[in-house]
Structures are given as C-alpha cells and as structure tokens.
C-alpha cells in the first residue's frame, strides 16, 4: 500500500486559501457599496424633483365679487405655465375679444384679466386670469358652464403636466399645443 500524501503537499484549492477567501469577500462587499451608492443616487435625484414638484390648479369661484378664474400652484416649486387652450360650448377660443363675444358680453364690458402662457407661478402662489364683475356674472351665468380651461405647465426639471377645470392632472413629455389651438393672451 502506498503512502498517503503528506498533507503540505496536497493541492489547496481558492476557496480553502485565506488571502483568496479576503479578497474574494472585499470584491463582493465592493460590488455591495457600488449598489447601494446607485439606488442612493437614484433616491436623492427623485427627492430634489420631488423637492420642486408644482401642481397648478385652475378654480373657476363665483362669489360676492362675481366670477374668478385662478390658476394656483398648490406644489413646493414654481410651475413654469406652458400653452393655454379654451373652449366655450366646445369651440376653441383664440383671444380674450373671442372670448367675450362667446361668453355674450360684448365690447362695453369692462374687465380685469392677466396674461397666463409663459408665466411662472411661485410654489403656494396664484394669478387671477380673469375676473367678472358682479354686475356681469348673471348674464354669463349659463354660457359659463360650458367654459373650460387646460394648460400645460413644467418644473424646473422640465417634468411636466396637462392640468385644467374639472379634469384630472396628466404627465406629458413636452408642451405641445397645436398653433391653431393656443389661446393668445
């Protein structure tokens, strides 16, 4: 029968050395600290987003002082307002005279109104796009009903929303609104 084989001189493999067994643990705990530094970047760039996040509400009131149509930013960021679209009785309305010709108020009405596409509106800030007087709102009354108002607005990471009246907020990519449908302020 022949000798065994002295044991210094078997074959030691990787995984029975202790320095291969170091390295190997330093290269998996390594592969462990890329990863979570990965999903920690990835976690800090949606907090700076969401740190900044608008959300623009458009409000149609009628109160004592008549009717009031606000855009409100009720997110942490400014919203930075994109192309504006209106509709009454479900025709595009191209400028503030069309408007009041739908709405049957007619030239000798008198108004306040503010310029909206191309603005940007403060977190927690909003802008009166138009206010009509007491005097006026019961003859608009029911014209009014068939009014809307959509918009589309960004953040400052140019992340942006459709928003309007009565409607629920949508992601799009980009602002695009046809020429032929924006409203000219």
Request: negative net charge; contains cysteine; hydrophobic residues 40%.
């Amino acid at each position: 029968m022949p000798d065994p084989i002295p044991h210094e001189s078997r074959p030691v493999r990787w995984w029975q050395r202790s320095d291969s067994l170091i390295g190997f643990s330093a290269i998996i705990l390594s592969m462990c600290a890329v990863s979570v530094s990965i999903y920690q970047a990835h976690l800090m760039r949606v907090q700076q987003r969401m740190s900044v996040w608008p959300n623009v509400e458009v409000l149609l009131e009628r109160g004592v002082s008549g009717y009031r149509l606000t855009a409100v930013n009720t997110g942490v960021g400014p919203a930075r307002i994109g192309p504006v679209r209106v509709v009454v009785n479900e025709e595009l309305v191209h400028s503030w005279a069309e408007l009041w010709d739908r709405l049957g108020l007619g030239e000798e009405f008198t108004f306040n109104f503010g310029t909206i596409g191309g603005r940007v509106i403060p977190a927690n800030g909003s802008v009166v796009i138009v206010n009509v007087p007491p005097e006026h709102a019961a003859s608009i009354a029911r014209t009014i009903q068939t009014f809307r108002v959509s918009m589309c607005y960004c953040s400052v990471f140019d992340e942006c929303w459709l928003t309007g009246m009565n409607r629920l907020e949508t992601d799009t990519d980009v602002c695009a609104l046809p020429e032929s449908e924006r409203f000219k302020n």
